[in-house]
Nanobody
Framework: QVQLMESGGGLVQPGGSLRLSCVAS????????MAWYRQAPGSQRELVAA???????HYEDFVKGRFTISRDNAKNTVYLHMNSLKPEDTAVYYC?????????WGQGTQVTVSS
């Protein structure tokens, strides 16, 4: 039973790109603003980017101009296109609702940026 399932992470060199995907259960995704979060070792989980049901987008300053969030409502899927990756982007990336995240988070997907 899918709740939140992230994929697409991996090891990439600085300056590289990745595309993350998150499939959500319809009750979580439908008409809701969705977001990507990340958590680096020893740090708290933080918001990365968000997208509303009407496709308005929000980006934290540290990813503006590098990351793009999008959604496919037919597939209950939210994407995060990451370009110009930096070592400080290394973290586990999660998706969830933006303003009222569900308690049960997915396992996340590891992104490691290293040469």
């Amino acid at each position: 039973q899918v709740q939140l399932m992230e994929s697409g992470g991996g090891l990439v060199q600085p300056g590289g790109s990745l595309r993350l995907s998150c499939v959500a259960s319809r009750n979580i995704f439908h008409l809701n603003a969705m977001a990507w979060y990340r958590q680096a070792p020893g740090s708290q989980r933080e918001l990365v980017a968000a997208i509303t049901g009407g496709d308005s987008k929000h980006y934290e300053d540290f990813v503006k101009g590098r990351f793009t969030i999008s959604r496919d409502n037919a597939k209950n899927t939210v994407y995060l296109h990451m370009n110009s990756l930096k070592p400080e982007d290394t973290a586990v990336y999660y998706c969830n609702r933006w303003l009222n995240p569900v308690d049960s988070w997915g396992q996340g997907t590891q992104v490691t940026v290293s040469s």
